[in-house]
Structure formats: C-alpha cells, structure tokens
C-alpha cells in the first residue's frame, strides 16, 4: 500500500469517479516522489468555488544540460479523467515567472495535451512528461534578480580629475550602454534584468546591444558625475568627450545583428516546427481514423459477400425443392385418392407399433373428450360416462406402458 494511498482515498470521497481518479493519482506518486497531495480550494471563472485534489510539487526538467526542479500544483477536477485537470507554475519567493505560448503571467499552463485530453488516451503521467519535455526547451521561471544600486563614483578632494585620468563612460567592457525604448539605460552586467529575458530585439530600431559587463551609465536625478569645486581656476572644466574606444566597431555591429538575427530565426524556426508537429499530430490522427474506418468497411463488405453467398446457395436450393414438389403434385393429379392409413408405411415392425399405438393414445384422448361434451350438454348419463372413462382409462393405461417398452427396445428416449 502507497504512502498516500488512505489520504488519496479520503480526499477523492466526493469524486464522480473515485477508482478511476484513484488509480491515475496514485500512480503519480509511484513515479514522481517529489510530488504530493492537498486539498485545496479552486475558485473558477463564474465565481464558483470547490474543494479540489492538488498535486503540489516539483517535476524534474532537463534544461540546456542541467537539471531543474520546477515547481507547480495540478488541480484534479472532480470529474477527473473525463475533463482535463487545471496546471500551474507555482514560482517560489526567489523565482519568477517567465510567459511564453505554454505558460502565461499567472502561471497557468496550456498545452495541446490538455486541449486534446480524452479519457483512455490521456492520464497524469503522459502529462507530467509532456510538461517536463517543454519546460525543458523553454523554462517558465527564472531566478529573481537581485535589488542593487550602482556605486557612487568617489573623486579626490581637490576637484575635477584629470582629463586622461577620468572618463564619465565605463571602460572595462569596451562598450557603451544603450538607452532603451523608454529612454532609461539598458541593464548592464552589473544590474540582473527586471523582467524574463526575451527575444524582442529589434535591429532596425536599435542597432546596439547592452554591454554585458561593466557599469551603467549613472542618471543625473541620483547620482552627480562631478563633484562641486570652488576653486575658481577650475570652474570652467569641462568633461573630456566621449573616447573612440567606447564606441562599436563595424565587426561588433555585424555580430550583434547576426546574433538577433540568428535569435529570431531559432525563434520563428522552433514556431513553424511546433506548427508542423501539431499538424502531423492531427494528420496521423485523422489517418489512424482512416485506417480503422477502412479496416471497418472492408469487414462489413467480407460479411455481406458471405451473406450474399449463402442467400444465393438458399435460393437455388429453394428453386430445385420446388421444382421437386411441381413434379411430385404433376404425378399425383392423375392418380387416385390415397388411404391415410396406407400412405405412411414404417420402416421397421417395431416402428409400425409404435406408431399404431401413438395413433390409439391419441383416439383414447379424443373419445373421452367428446364423452365429458356429451356429459356437460346431458346426452348421457352420469353412470354411463363413468363406464365408458374406466375403461378406456385402463386401456389408455396399457398402450402407453407398450410405448415405453417399445422405445426402450428402439434405443428412443423416454416420454
């Protein structure tokens, strides 16, 4: 017996299909040990709200050689497994969402699996491992960023530094940081990105990626560049101008475009791909259908041959019995009128008795019959009827002992 086999049980009381419900859930649990059961409360789009079995957890992912644990909840509906269960990336305090086409902004899931969901075809496991495949070519969480300030530049005492020792752009890196669509700086290396990262670069629009390492450049509501200085030999200095080094090359600008360029063709390429995989999908559906209507026809064609066949055999054999029976009325119109008693001929003394006392059986049965008639309607008396019932009672009595002894000795069964 499982680990949650009585708490499943309890949890699944209210169920439509508990021993189907059942089995699925637990066999859950018998292959994925990080996952277990709660109950807990679904509220649904028409304001209702039900206490549903949660499968709350972790599902093991492979990602770009790495293994992750993702954590989500499977809301099992209570019609379960004629309806699809409800999933959802549960993110923890350090994790954040990242949408996608399989995993919007609140963390539900939609899959063509559960789309497609169809009791016999489709249970807990085959979706568990449909999940953990596609989390596996995109994650849907991502680690939340750390809050962090960019340090304050610090310069000496005595005013403005010299030009060839100071430059108001980072250096390390050899790149400038770009402004984004909002006109604030991009994130650099030092900031973690605020949101999941995507692929919405746009080359025509901004031809420079951010740097990957270095500082940002400092806005001027937070932090001053240069420090105030009232020595009035240094009042009209101004900051050197932006080096040559900072700016990109021409190898710089083709790689950062071939790298969008080459991001948004992986991107439309992994779309057409999983369009043409849905479409196989059907098309191999619709030709399985196909099959078996195929396979169907030609087995009802096969029983109507057969058919057709024994309806022709019978109808042949029909036609020569009839012609036959013509014959034989043919022969019989021009002869006399056969005796009853002489027209069926036994084929054996013992047969012939037999058949001679079923006929007296049946003459007995007949004659009392039409004495008890004469009795009712008062043609006879009562004395007279009770006189002729004894005796043919004893003799109705003696031809059935002689059938039974005659179809002993004929090998026939007992009457």
Same mark, same amino acid.
């Given at each position: ?50 206490? =549903?079995? &949660? ?17 989500? &909840? ?36 939609? =899959? ?145 475009? !071939?790298? *969008? ?13 999983? !369009? ?10 619709? !030709?399985?259908? =196909? ?44 002869? !006399? ?63 059935? *002992? ?14």
């Amino acid at each position: 017996m499982g680990q949650y086999d009585a708490q499943v049980r309890q949890q699944l009381s209210k169920y439509k299909h508990k021993d189907l419900a059942q089995r699925d859930i637990l066999n859950v649990f018998a292959s994925f040990s990080d996952l277990k059961p709660k109950i807990d409360k679904y509220a649904f789009s028409d304001g209702s709200v039900k206490d =549903l079995l &949660c499968i709350d957890g972790t599902i093991p992912v492979h990602y770009k050689g790495a293994k992750y644990n993702i954590p989500v &909840c499977i809301y099992v509906m209570d019609t379960h497994p004629y309806n699809p269960p409800m999933c959802f990336v549960r993110p923890t305090k350090d994790m954040l969402i990242k949408p996608s086409k399989n995993v919007d902004a609140n963390g539900r899931i939609y =899959l063509p699996y559960l789309h497609e969901w169809k009791f016999s075809n489709s249970d807990l496991i085959g979706l568990i491992q449909v999940m953990s495949v596609v989390f596996g070519e995109a994650s849907p969480v991502y680690a939340k960023p750390q809050k962090a300030s960019p340090p304050r530049p610090t310069y000496p005492p005595w005013g403005y530094p010299h030009p060839q020792q100071f430059n108001p752009y980072p250096t390390n890196s050899g790149f400038m940081p770009m402004p984004n669509a909002s006109g604030q700086p991009q994130n650099s290396g030092y900031y973690p990105p605020q949101n999941p990262p995507t692929s919405s670069y746009q080359p025509s629009s901004y031809p420079y990626p951010a740097p990957a390492t270095g500082y940002p450049y400092p806005q001027s509501s937070s932090i001053t560049p240069y420090p105030t200085n009232t020595q009035p030999q240094m009042t009209t200095a101004k900051p050197p101008p932006v080096k040559s080094q900072n700016s990109l090359s021409d190898d710089q600008v083709r790689a950062s475009i !071939q790298s *969008a360029v080459e991001d948004k063709l992986k991107r439309r390429s992994k779309e057409v791909l999983q !369009q043409m995989k849905s479409e196989i999908a059907v098309l191999t559906e619709t !030709q399985n259908k =196909l099959k078996q209507g195929q396979e169907t026809l030609e087995r009802i064609t096969n029983e109507l041959e057969q058919q057709h066949a024994e309806v022709e055999k019978n109808t042949a054999l029909l036609m020569r019995k009839d012609e036959e029976i013509k014959q034989v009325l043919n022969k019989m119109e021009g002869q !006399q009128e056969i005796d009853i008693d002489e027209a069926v001929v036994a084929t054996a003394p013992l047969y012939k008795q037999l058949l001679n006392l079923f006929a007296e059986e049946n003459a007995i049965e007949d004659t009392m019959y039409y004495l008890s008639e004469a009795l009712r309607k008062n043609v006879i008396e009562t004395e007279v009827f009770l006189k002729h019932v004894r005796e043919l009672s004893r003799r109705q009595y003696v031809v059935k *002992a002689l059938m039974q002894k005659a179809r002993i000795k004929a090998g026939l069964t007992l009457l």
